[in-house]
């Protein structure tokens, strides 16, 4: 596989971190950077292709943020109201036992 030279620009913790890394793989830092967004090529175009679609459809976005929330809430309701029975069944079981 032919590979191009990038430049890139990363924060001095970064720049450690990936050093350090690549020491440990054994490999030199390029390649080692290089393999490492490799291995996330599938996801860096999964998330291009949803950003690009939700740019040209903006209500679309909206909507789908108003499904995730509405399934959320769903859940932390069911969550609750199962917790609140548990509770009451826990009380129950105390006065009777009492």
Known sequence: MKRVQMTVYVTPE???RLRESSQVAGVPLGRHVGD???SLVDSIEY???KMAELRRSPGVAVDRLKAID???SAQVEQ???GAARTRETAGM???AGA
């Open 93 to 95: 079981r105390t006065r």
């Open 70 to 72: 509405a399934t959320i």
């Open 36 to 38: 490492m967004l490799g």
């Open 14 to 16: 970064i720049a450690e």
């Open 79 to 81: 969550r609750n109201k």
């Open 47 to 49: 998330v291009s292709g």
